[in-house]
């Protein structure tokens, strides 16, 4: 039996067959027009066309980390055709990788497969495993390539383009170009680095304890080098030191002694972007803990058997190690560069975004994370705009009145000018104008144009880059979601500040970073914390703290019992020692 379908024009009262397509349902819709009336029929090959959806835009997401995830887990994928991109098909908790590298915590627990994220979104959002190795911004493609298929050609590329690109590759370990980092060293920015480590550690003991080695072999085998004072290196050190004084101790007795821990530092003091009561501490606590912190040498070779330093007051010193972990900060990936060099940003560190996080000089293409930072504007390059939209009586002069008027778009397009303010203890815009020009206290006191760049010469010394965390990526991934999502309803109704340089005002309101505090574990169950208000933490109960912050940030129940079980299992067992 076939199908047949009529469409009942109710205006002229006939019908009219559509043939095409066989195997269709029968279906009846009415309407008060018209409607389609579908019956069976053996003789007929026509069937019920599908009706055409409006064809929906194609976003792009490169990278499964915090920024590209978050943005995935709070786009409404109803809106846009979403593909994924990503050399891992997995999020990782990264903050916790330290912790894996000692074994208190197993690298599978703190992972979520990225289909699995997927699945839980619904619609057909599509992921393939490949990285990308070119942008070609003109043509609205990318270049990718896959390590686990190939195509006619054999070389598993393929093309994918695009309406809109979200970059958000995360970065590299920053080596500095410094010789033999990449061929001795381990880094620590995937599952994989702290894998690794954590084999390592375990090779050194076990080479240590080989019967034909010397005092000093074994004094060279069991030292660990961590280079880089920033919170990654210092919570790897600390937990090393925690894994081998727990755990090792007792099963290497014989050469525990011959242990040490070395944490070399460029700058003068560790953490330096924590408050100083911490670095200070964590100084103390270190020593205290048998770790070397050798602040003020620069790591200049690296070789297989040695790691070159030079301070200003003893010059080159050479020592021997074991074990080498670079964690000195972040570099741009390569594809990236080239990238930056199309676009006109090759002198850049990392893609400069606009406060949209919009890449500049670029449709249609966003980058979050790591790979990129805000280049703010300054109110300076725009003051003489500034004055233009505020003068709304067009008389060539300011009144307090009219630059409150403005005020709050001034402060959501520049958030420095708020800054500055709140630095030098100013109550308003009026305290501003009164450090430019005498007595300010009545609103018809006027600034000229020269008077006005007098007053606000100052703001943009407080202009800030945000850093480069998880914390950071993930609020950014959070924001531009939620701009998609709304980006039809704010072509009609802008929620943006007044457009300095044009008419209208912007579509949404600039991405602001809220910082929530931030963590330094310093082994022996203490932490230390710097939270919103200057309000500063250490100590055990920190430790709980922390405990309970990464629990819950956990992407999944799934790994929030699997992390928080092995803890428990640490508590109770200690810490696993196989070398796999």
Partial sequence: ????????????????????????????????????????????????????????????????????????????????DVQVISPRNYFAFTPLLPSVTSGTVEPRSIVEPIRRILEKKGGEIKFWEAECFKIDSQ??????????GTNLEGNGEFLVDYDYLVVAVGARTNTFNTPGVVENCHFLKEVEDAQKIRRSVMDCFERASLP????????????????????????????????????????????????????????????????????????????????????????????KDAITMQNPAAGDISVPYGMAVWSTGIGTRPFIVEFMKQIGQGNRRVLATDEWLRVRECDGVYAIGDCATINQRRVMEDIAEIFRVADKDKSGTLTVKEIQDVLDDIYVRYPQVQLYLKSKQMNGIADLVRSAKGDAEKESVELNIEEFKKALSLVDSQVKFLPATAQVASQQGQYLARCFNKMKDAEEHPEGPIRIRGEGRHRFRPFRYRHLGQFAPLGGEQTAAQLPGDWISIGHSTQWLWYSVYATKQISWRTRLLVVSDWTRRFIFGRDSSCI
């Fill in 1 to 80: 039996m076939r199908w047949a379908a009529f469409l009942w024009d109710g205006a002229s009262g006939g019908a009219r067959r559509r043939p095409g397509v066989s195997n269709l349902l029968l279906v009846v819709a009415a309407a008060s027009s018209g409607g389609l009336v579908a019956y069976a029929d053996s003789g007929s090959d026509a069937a019920v066309e599908k009706p055409q959806l409006p064809q929906r835009k194609k976003v792009v997401v490169l990278g499964t980390g915090w920024g590209g995830t978050t943005f995935l887990r709070n786009l409404d994928s109803r809106l846009y």
């Fill in 212 to 303: 034909f080695l010397d005092e000093e072999e074994r004094k060279k085998n069991l030292h660990f080098v961590v280079v880089g004072g920033g919170p990654t290196g210092v919570e790897f050190a600390a937990s090393l030191r925690d894994f081998v004084t727990e755990d090792l101790s007792k099963l290497y007795p014989s050469i525990q002694h011959l242990v040490k821990i070395s944490l070399i530092e460029a700058a003068d003091h560790i953490l330096t972007m924590f408050d100083k009561r911490i670095t200070n501490f964590a100084e103390d606590k270190f020593g205290r803990d048998g770790i070397d912190v050798k602040t003020g040498y620069k790591v200049v070779k690296v070789s």
């Fill in 139 to 148: 043509n609205k493609k990318i270049h990718c390539r896959s390590n686990i």
